[in-house]
Structure formats: structure tokens, C-alpha cells
């Protein structure tokens, strides 16, 4: 990836002794710099958007999940049929007809995913300060909090795990993971012009 091409490269110039061959001028430093801030904002922006916009999908999802459990699993499917049939949306008759409660815990799953996600979201975009991270930490493990135990003594499918319950702290992970790397990455860019200036000090 570019990360991985530029960190070294970071290294190189920091760590390797001062050459005797002429250095490159203050035109050319420019060039290179500009040239890899130019990749950077090509590589960061369209990163951002794509995993902010399947964030966004996932809290769309889970608000359309509410909308189909309130209005009742006589539309979605006939209670007890195993999850993966003609529905997307089978799991919620699957649930209700083995879990006492299943529709209050579902609705608690899916609105803590739609919170978790649209803080991810955030983070993605790269505009999530600490209050957003602590809030998607915290609701991404409520699902877990509420389902685990019931769907481990149903020994639920795992497409059921994955919709109720893996869904929000996925979501925290790939989106904390994807900000890291392109904040190292501006952190990379920003490093390299300023050594250009410190080569031309020596």
C-alpha cells in the first residue's frame, strides 16, 4: 500500500548518514513532496467516503430492520424458520419464536448498531473526536451484551451472529483501522517536507 511505501522512506531519510553526492535542490524536494501529497489526497479521500458511506449503509439497514420488527414477523417470514431463507430479514422470526423477548432485545441490538455506525462514520470521515470513539466502543458491545448468551444456547447460525451481533464492533474495528492508516499517512507526507528543510540546514 502507499503507507507502507512511504513509512520506509520516512526512515531512510531520518536514519541514513548525510551522503557526499550533491543533494537534491530545493525545487526537486518540492516536486517529490508535492507529488506524494498528491497521492495522498487521492488515496485518502475516496477511503474515506466509501467506508463512511458503508457505514451509513449499515445504521440504513438496521433502521429498516426496526421498522419491518415493529410492524411484526407475520411480514417477514413464518416463526421458526431457520435464518438464510427468502428473507434477509428471517433471523427476526427465528429469534422471536425461540427467545422470550426477542423483540425488545432485537430492537436494542439494532439501535445500538445504527449508533455505533453513525459514530463510525465519523471516524471514517476523519472528523470523530474522543467522545465519538468512546460512544461507538461502548454501543458496539451491547448487541453482544444482549444476544450472546441466547444465541450460544441456540447455537444460532453464524449468519445470525453476524447480523445481531458482529456487525456493530466490525464496524468500530475497519473504520478506527482505516483512520489510523491515513492519519500515519498524512503523518508520513508531513514528516518528509519538513526533513527536506532539515537537509537543507545541514
Known sequence: SCRRKLLPAVADMRDAPPKQSEPLDEDEQARIVDALGRERTALARPARL???ALNVGLAAACVASLVALLRGTSSIGVPGDAPGGGSVLAHQAYLSASVPGAAVRLVAAYVATAVTACCSARVCLGSAGARARRAAAVFAMLPAAVWARWLLKLRAPL??????VFAAPLSVAISVSVDGD???LDAGVAELDSLRYKHKAV
Open 50 to 52: 466509501v467506508f463512511c
Open 182 to 184: 491515513l492519519r500515519a
Open 159 to 164: 449468519a445470525v451472529w453476524g447480523i445481531v
